[in-house]
């Protein structure tokens, strides 16, 4: 298993529907993970943290599943503005110096 | 709200040449770093800095790259002789000590830069 795998995408969705991604994972000791935000040739920008079971902050929820070790991003009532490359990051090892990436999920929200 | 700045925005450089690439990070962060992103691919780690030395460095990170802090506020990256396959987004991030962050959340969040187009021709 790749360290930080995603679907790729594109997720094209309508405005206003619910979308999830996953991320899977094959360090099982990892204890924090992220979701950031690309959008096209611009710097990430962190979305959310996950150090538990999970986190909510709006229309986005993360949940994290450790027995299989994948993470998921849901993003309710969609708008034209999420559209962009979800990142899942992952610390490697316990020292967060260094952030392993996944290839991200490509979404288009449409009108 | 506090930013990374990063310059120059693009460089447009012949291979073999010497690129330098400054980042002015966050002041009161103490973590630096530099990752990069080929077209189409993954961020990459290239290197983190802490207390003026290298804390940790990725495969990427061969003699051909330097980093260095010179005056207290600017990181720079340094290729000495840029090949073909330099080409590629390159960011820096900091981030603030765990011990000072104001909560667990924060202790791990990098800043990134809007980040520095380098195309080697």
């Known amino acids: 298993r790749k360290e930080v795998e995603q679907d790729p995408g594109p997720f094209n969705v309508p405005e206003g529907a619910t979308v999830a991604f996953n991320c899977t994972y094959s360090?099982?000791?990892?204890?924090?993970f992220f979701w950031y935000r690309q959008d096209c040739r611009k710097e990430p920008k962190l979305l959310m943290s996950v150090y538990s079971s999970g986190n909510e902050d709006g229309r986005f929820t993360a949940q994290l599943n450790r027995a299989s070790q994948y993470i998921s991003l849901l993003i309710r009532d969609s708008k034209l503005s999420d559209s962009a490359t979800y990142l899942c990051?992952?610390?490697?090892?316990?020292?967060?110096?260094?952030?392993?990436w996944g290839l991200g999920t490509s979404l288009a929200v449409n009108p | 709200e506090p930013e990374v700045t990063q310059t120059p925005s693009h460089q447009v450089t012949q291979m073999g040449q010497e690129v330098i690439l400054r980042c002015v990070p966050i002041s009161n962060h103490l973590y630096f770093y530099w990752y990069r992103q080929i077209l189409g691919q993954k961020v990459e780690f290239l290197v983190s800095f802490y207390n003026n030395e290298i804390s940790e460095k990725s495969e990427i990170f061969d003699d051909q790259f330097s980093v260095e802090r010179p005056d207290g506020s600017n990181f720079t990256l340094k290729i000495r002789s840029t090949k073909l396959e330099d080409s590629a987004m390159y960011f820096c991030?900091?981030?603030?000590?765990?011990?000072?962050?104001?909560?667990?959340?924060?202790?791990?969040?990098?800043?990134f830069g809007a980040g520095s187009r380098l195309t080697v021709l």
């Open positions: 991030a900091s981030r603030v000590p765990s011990g000072r962050a104001s909560s667990i959340s924060g202790a791990n969040v990098l800043t």
């Open positions: 990051v992952l610390p490697e090892g316990g020292n967060n110096r260094k952030l392993i």
């Open positions: 360090n099982s000791a990892s204890q924090s």
